[in-house]
């Protein structure tokens, strides 16, 4: 690990400022990935703010109906808050389907949002990776990629997006607060939040330089059954192959979303719309552009497969 210097933020501002004037600076609570990758010098920060003592740990009703989850609210608290396992029982779900017990303990809302990719050849700093070195090519490309997108990937990236609370978000239409360094606030839907790779598969978020998330919301509640389901290569401590969540009203309509197949939480509205008949009909939608390589073509089926299946699930 390299060396580096250390602070702690007095406030959500303060943060942001001191992100943006110190090139090279990174925001730390919980590190649960942020330290691994400093271990493995894939990431070389030379500086860490720490941002655990802003208070950004609460969960809070708002107006409209909806809910407020603080960036720094632990996994194992969102999961457990009688709110959100009442009303967006996928988001639960879907948190306690990630990682170990003592992770989700550690791991905060905004950190599981910035997770960085799980691929092989990003994680191997001798091979190259355009998402860690932006230009040095994409190994994975010629390489081993079962566990790799098929879906809205580019000749430079065939990552995937490791999160789980990223894909329920996704299908609840969540928004992202942020505090810039002069101050000023923005909310950015879910869907924009995370980029897709094109040619810059290192630009991951829509965040700009030291802009600090401070929160998620909740939309009010939409009802219908939720579920989300994992499919992974063991029961437990591992990133997912495919993932569905998915809500389903009592008349058969729905949404869903898939992870484990792009540099994103997948959902597309054609899919949304052709739920209601079925399985089959929603995934040529979801898979509609689909680039598999002859590894993780099977991800294809298998995402049907288990839409399928979680479909069965929400209409009994």
């Not at 860490?48 to 009703?61: C, H, Q, R, S």
């Not at 879907?94 to 990719?117: D, E, F, I, P």
């Not at 928004?175 to 630009?203: M, N, Q, W, Y």
């Not at 939720?226 to 569905?244: E, G, M």
Request: proline share 6%.
């Amino acid at each position: 690990m390299r060396s580096f210097t250390f602070e702690r933020a007095e406030s959500p501002q303060a943060a942001a400022q001191a992100a943006a004037a110190k090139p090279g600076a990174k925001f730390i609570a919980g590190g649960t990935n942020l330290l691994d990758l400093m271990k493995l010098e894939i990431e070389t920060p030379r500086h860490l703010i720490d941002v655990n003592g802003l208070g950004l740990d609460t969960i809070e009703a708002i107006e409209d109906g909806g809910l407020r989850i603080g960036a720094l609210v632990r996994n194992t608290d969102m999961a457990a808050d009688e709110r959100v396992r009442r009303d967006y029982g996928v988001l639960t779900r879907a948190v306690m389907a990630g990682a170990s017990g003592q992770l989700r303990n550690k791991a905060t809302t905004a950190g599981n949002l910035l997770q960085r990719t799980r691929c092989p050849y990003f994680y191997d700093t001798n091979m190259a990776c355009n998402k860690r070195a932006p230009g040095s090519g994409c190994s994975a490309l010629e390489g081993y990629s079962r566990q790799l997108g098929v879906v809205g990937v580019s000749d430079a990236c065939i990552a995937t997006n490791p999160s789980d609370m990223n894909v329920a978000l996704r299908v609840l239409d969540a928004s992202v607060e942020t505090v810039k360094p002069d101050g000023e606030t923005r909310a950015i839907p879910i869907a924009d939040f995370h980029c897709l790779p094109g040619d810059t598969p290192h630009v991951e978020t829509a965040l700009e330089p030291g802009e600090l998330i401070t929160a998620v919301t909740l939309p009010p509640p939409i009802g219908g059954r939720h579920v989300y389901r994992k499919v992974r290569d063991r029961a437990s401590y591992a990133f997912a192959l495919v993932s569905v969540a998915a809500v389903v009203q009592p008349d058969g309509t729905g949404r869903v979303a898939v992870g484990g197949v792009a540099h994103k939480p997948w959902r597309v509205e054609a899919a949304d719309a052709a739920l209601g008949d079925g399985a089959r009909p929603a995934a040529q939608h979801l898979f509609a552009d689909a680039r598999p390589t002859e590894h993780n073509a099977f991800k294809v089926a298998l995402a049907e497969r288990t839409l399928a299946a979680v479909l069965s699930e929400a209409r009994r």
